[in-house]
């Protein structure tokens, strides 16, 4: 796997983990980030509720405390029998009735179990005596149980079938020293309280109000309402319980509210927690109402409120920069690393081929530049050793080839040689109808030389007759050793008269220059002059020829070869 399919791999790696890594530690800050801002947020509605409904309770709850009591009131529950007493209460109570923002009242009196109502409308005016309760009739249950619990005021949802209406009862106990004299107050209307108060009409959020007991008082679903929660046994109530999944949540928080019931000291706590609820994760904020005796619940959907998708484009954003940075860096390994490294393969590939010409080399800096300009250098030094060396081999060619063309006794050209520059001579004529002229020599009776004064002295003889033989030729004539005490001599350009001078001239400078080598000899020459067009084989025939005359002739002499 070469360098650059490695660094892709090694990069696709990268950005697959880093997103995954990413994206993990997105998801669990974003969780984190939205489950400190949801504890804050629960507190803060928890808080907001609660005002929003003690506000428009509070006025009401203080007004019905007044009416309770009020002199009038308890000087006529002492006697209600009395018409005065009674039309000075009827009146008391049409001015509260003016004052109470739902414009109605109720009193009720222990003693007879009358009933006295007015609406906002005064629908019964002059007639506010409605009915009489009864002990045995469960609608009238909740005022028997008031008077029995004995608590100076209570919050009661309960519809009054008499009337008509389901109404947030104020209820609040009129005392005489420990005697209790009857219950008054007013109804504020439950959907308007509800729509108002509860049904925020917002997702995600959910809030409720729960009696002591955990009863649901208000709810915007009205099914869960816990009506007359107050005459109602264990067991039958609806209560907060159902609006957990796990028992282990139940009963948490349950010990949350007995704790915020009993620690009702200084400012008012809210206390939150993680809870399964319709099968998510739900995060309750609990807060006491000492006011009133009922616990203000909120339920936040997290989810719902501010889902952990919405910081998808911050961890797509992230995602995207990492992509981009991997990309950029791979660009620039690939610009600074690979290409050049590619590049230098791609060079060294040549040379390893054989092919040392300057290739063009990668322009880089630092290790790579450094890399490049040592295989520069070296690709230099070896182009300069091979140049060396093919010269070196062409110089000591050439020197073999004039080796092997030289007689190594005379330094003449020999036999080869001679043959060679035959050819040429004889191919050069036939194309530009030239003649040469050629001498065939032979010492007379050397073999006589060797025998009488030794192999060297007649090496020494034929050494003279070579250096002779130099020094009377013209400079552009050849001559070369044959074989034995043979010798070749190619004159060019030639024609009869010279080739019949230099012949004589060659004999004759021979006999006279070979006692430089302390033993006069002489040569016979066979000479003739080459046409154009005539063969190797018929020139040097027709020399040879020439020769064997002159020797027949008594040697020491030229002979012609006719034309
Ligand atoms: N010293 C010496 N002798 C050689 C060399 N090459 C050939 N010879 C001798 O040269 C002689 C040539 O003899 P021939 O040409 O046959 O006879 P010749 O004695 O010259 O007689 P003619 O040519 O008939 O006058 C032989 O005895 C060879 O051994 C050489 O390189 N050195």
């Given amino acids: 796997m070469n360098l650059r399919t490695r660094f ?7 950005i697959l983990v880093g997103s995954v890594v990413a994206w993990a530690v997105f998801h669990h800050v974003a969780r984190q980030i939205v489950m400190q801002w949801g504890q804050r947020v629960a507190e803060i509605q928890v808080r907001y509720d609660r005002a929003r409904l003690l506000q428009p309770l509070e006025r009401e709850i203080a007004l019905a405390r007044q009416m309770a009591d009020s002199l009038v009131l308890k000087r006529w529950a002492r006697s209600p029998e009395d018409p005065a007493l009674e039309a000075e209460a009827v009146r008391e109570m049409e001015n509260f009735r003016r004052n109470f923002s739902s414009g ?9 179990g009358a009933y006295y109502h007015n609406n906002a409308e005064d629908e019964f005016a002059g007639r506010q005596l409605r009915y009489h309760l009864v002990p045995a009739k469960p609608a009238d249950a909740w005022f028997y149980k008031l008077i029995e619990v004995g608590r100076d005021f209570h919050l009661n949802v ?3 079938a008499e009337l008509g209406v389901t109404k947030l009862w104020i209820d609040v106990l009129i005392r005489d020293g420990d005697q209790t004299l009857g219950v008054v107050g007013t109804g504020i209307e439950l959907s308007r309280f509800v729509d108002e108060i509860v049904d925020l009409h917002q997702a995600g959020v959910n809030t409720l ?11 915007r679903d009205a099914k869960l309402i816990d009506f007359a929660s107050l005459v109602k046994p264990e067991g039958q109530k609806s209560l907060v319980d159902q609006l957990l999944d796990r028992e282990a949540d139940r009963i948490e928080l349950r010990e949350t509210m007995k704790h915020l019931a009993t620690s009702g000291d200084g400012a008012p706590r809210v206390l939150d927690r993680f809870v399964e609820s319709g099968g998510r994760r739900i995060l309750l904020g609990i807060a006491f109402v000492p006011e009133i005796g009922w616990y203000e619940i909120t339920l936040l959907d997290l989810d719902v409120l501010m889902p952990v998708a919405a910081f998808t484009p911050v961890a797509v954003g992230f ?9 950029l860096v791979h660009l620039l390994l690939r610009r600074l690393i690979l290409d050049p490294l590619g590049r230098l393969e791609q060079a060294m590939l040549r040379v390893r081929d054989g092919d040392l010409s300057p290739a063009p080399l990668p322009q880089a800096r630092g290790e790579i530049g450094r890399l490049t300009q040592h295989f520069g250098a070296m690709a230099g030094a070896i182009r300069a050793h091979t140049a060396e060396l093919e010269a070196k081999v062409r110089e000591r060619t050439d020197a073999l080839h004039r080796l092997a063309r030289i007689d190594p006794l005379t330094e003449l050209t020999n036999r080869r040689g001679m043959t060679e520059m035959l050819e040429a001579e004889i191919t050069r004529a036939g194309r530009q109808g030239s003649r040469f002229g050629l001498l065939w020599l032979d010492v007379d009776h050397f073999k006589e030389i060797n025998d009488r004064r030794g192999h060297g002295a007649g090496d ?5 007759l070579a250096r002779v033989l130099e020094g009377c030729l013209r400079p552009y004539d050849r001559a070369a050793r044959w074989g034995g005490d043979e010798f070749l001599v190619l004159l060019s350009p030639c024609d009869g008269a ?11 400078d021979i006999e006279h220059g070979s006692a430089a080598c302390g033993e006069t000899f002489t040569v016979t020459v066979g000479a003739c002059l080459a046409e154009p067009g005539e063969t190797l084989g018929t020139v040097l025939q027709r020399a040879d020829e020439a020769l064997y005359r002159a020797k027949e002739a008594g040697r020491n002499r030229v002979v012609i070869a006719p034309r």
Avoid: C, K, M, W
């Avoid at 109605?104 to 007879?112: E, I, P, T, W």
């Fill in 319 to 327: 995602v995207l920069t990492l992509l981009v940075a991997l990309i």
């Fill in 104 to 112: 109605n009242y109720f009193v009720a009196l222990r003693a007879s």
């Fill in 8 to 14: 892709l791999l090694l990069i696709s790696a990268l």
């Fill in 460 to 464: 020494e003889a034929l050494t003279t």
């Fill in 158 to 160: 309960n519809p009054d």
């Fill in 498 to 508: 010279t080739l019949e001078a230099i012949a004589h001239r060659v004999r004759a």
């Fill in 209 to 219: 109000f729960a009696d002591l007991s955990g009863a649901i008082q208000l709810h």
